[in-house]
Structure formats: structure tokens, C-alpha cells
């Protein structure tokens, strides 16, 4: 079945003869632009990543080194969130602003009709889910061809493996304002408050981490397995969470759920 989604995908890609790939660096869009790559060959595609505040500095390098290894053309582009109207009031429709105005920076690309079509990792998966930037993409006619595949998360991850890439285990990621509590204010000070927060706590060999910010308070997100290691240096983990900023630490016990902010607007 996978192999099949996988045909069908690499059908898809060599319909539309040239892309331009909003490349996070993440699972999704890595896996995209291998196969793309694989599929139209590296003149036929460009891979774009957004440097932004929303975005962790060591993100964009691990980003340019996953291009490189592809043997993609990459370009860098600097953005900014916190300058879109409406996006720092952190509503429910946040994620539309954000993925509209991405959009709109990757569309003059295809002036000179060098490429064909934007294309990014959205996947079967996020159709269950709160994923406002699906509206935004339909607006600009921007695709996802790995959802058009019906290809899901672990099939992707099935696929990257397979394909030797180093992604086909990495943690699932999100942009930072996607830990701070909707209706609080975003700002340059918060995101570098979760970003730094998060850093640290991976030198606890914690892969996957969410340092959920509701004002002074820091809710911990890690899987159950690692609950124990939070726990066991609470001493050093608050001390330097105060240190960045938060006045009160806190360990979720129920543990890492994949967009756990979004269940206040259910």
C-alpha cells in the first residue's frame, strides 16, 4: 500500500514538471524535497526556507545541511510573523496569517515561469487536525502533493528510512508561537523564552520537548518515558527556566501531545 501512495506521489510531482518547496526541514517537507529532487531532477526544483522569530536558529542550519545532502538549490528568505497584521493577537486563525504570508513571498518565484507550481508538506494526517494554513494554501492555489497521496505521518517516516534519510526519525516540530496560550500576546521576548527553555532541556538527551508558555508559567511537554529525567533535575531545570524567565515551572503529566493548545478551542 505504502509503496503504491509513494507511485502516486512521484506521478503527482512529475505532472506538475517544476516546483518550488517551502522547506522547514521537518519530516514532511524534507521527505517532499528528496522526492522531488529524485523525481524532476535539481534544475526543476528550488527549496525555500523562511528565517524568521517563530523559527530556532539551529533549525535553518540543520535545514541548509538536510538541501545540501538532497543536492537541492536552497534559498533563504527572511520573514517576519510578528509583522503580519493579526498574527501576534495569537487567535484561533493564527496559523492562516502565517501560511498566507509565506505564500505570498514564495509566489514571485514562479514569475518568469522558471517553476511551475509551490508545493508544501501537508499531509493526510492534517486534515483531522486544527490547520488553519489549509485555507490560506487553497486561496493561492499553493498543493500538497503528500496529502493528495493519502500518505500519513509514519508512512512518511517508512518512506524517509527507506530512503536513508535522516529525518525518518526526527521529533515532530512546530513553530514556536504554537507554545504560547492562544489569546496571549506573542512577542520576540516569548519566542526566544520558549526557544532558549527548549535548548536546555534537550541537553537532557530529551528528544521530543514542548515548553508550553501561559505568561510566567512554563508547562513541560516530554513523552512519559522521559518524565523521570525531569523530575530527577528539577533543582537545575527550574533554576535555569527562572534564569530565562518563567517565574513558575510546571510538568504536564499526561506528557507531550502533538498541537495540545488546541484543545481550549474544542
Given at each position: 500500500?505504502?509503496?503504491?501512495k ?55 542550519t540543520?535545514?541548509?545541511e ?21 498574527y ?10 502565517c ?17 511551475k ?8 494526517d492534517?486534515?483531522n ?18 496529502q493528495?497521496?493519502n ?5 512518511i ?12 526519525n ?97
Amino acid at each position: 500500500m505504502v509503496n503504491e501512495k509513494y507511485k502516486e506521489l512521484t506521478s503527482i510531482l512529475q505532472e506538475m514538471k517544476s516546483v518550488v518547496v517551502a522547506f522547514s526541514g521537518g519530516v514532511d517537507s524534507t521527505f517532499l524535497l528528496k522526492v522531488a529532487v529524485d523525481t524532476l531532477g535539481a534544475n526543476q526544483v528550488l527549496a525555500v526556507t523562511a528565517d524568521s522569530e517563530t523559527y530556532p536558529s539551529s533549525e535553518l542550519t540543520e535545514a541548509k545541511e538536510l538541501a545540501r545532502k538532497i543536492g537541492a538549490k536552497h534559498l533563504v528568505i527572511e520573514t517576519s510573523e510578528l509583522a503580519i497584521p493579526g498574527y501576534a493577537e495569537n487567535n484561533k486563525n493564527r496559523c492562516y496569517f502565517c501560511k498566507s504570508s509565506l505564500f505570498e513571498h514564495l509566489i514571485p518565484l514562479l514569475e518568469g515561469k522558471r517553476f511551475k507550481n509551490i508545493i508544501y508538506g501537508l499531509i493526510a494526517d492534517d486534515l483531522n487536525e486544527h490547520r488553519p494554513g489549509i485555507q490560506a494554501a487553497k486561496e493561492k492555489g499553493i498543493r500538497g502533493p503528500l496529502q493528495e497521496a493519502n500518505l500519513f505521518k509514519e508512512e512518511i517516516r517508512e518512506l524517509s528510512r527507506d530512503l536513508d534519510l535522516p529525518t525518518w526519525n526526527k521529533p515532530s516540530f512546530a513553530c514556536l508561537s504554537s507554545r504560547i496560550a492562544y489569546g496571549e500576546k506573542i512577542t520576540k521576548e516569548k519566542l526566544t523564552k520558549v526557544e532558549k527553555a527548549e535548548a536546555y532541556l534537550k541537553t537532557f538527551n530529551i528528544l521530543q520537548v514542548r515548553v508550553r508558555t501561559h505568561q510566567e508559567i512554563a508547562r513541560i511537554e516530554v513523552e512519559r518515558n522521559d518524565m523521570k529525567l525531569i523530575l530527577d533535575n528539577h533543582e537545575s531545570i527550574s533554576k535555569e527556566l527562572k534564569k530565562i524567565g518563567y517565574q513558575y515551572i510546571t510538568l504536564d503529566l499526561i506528557g507531550y501531545q502533538s498541537g495540545s493548545m488546541n484543545k481550549v478551542l474544542s
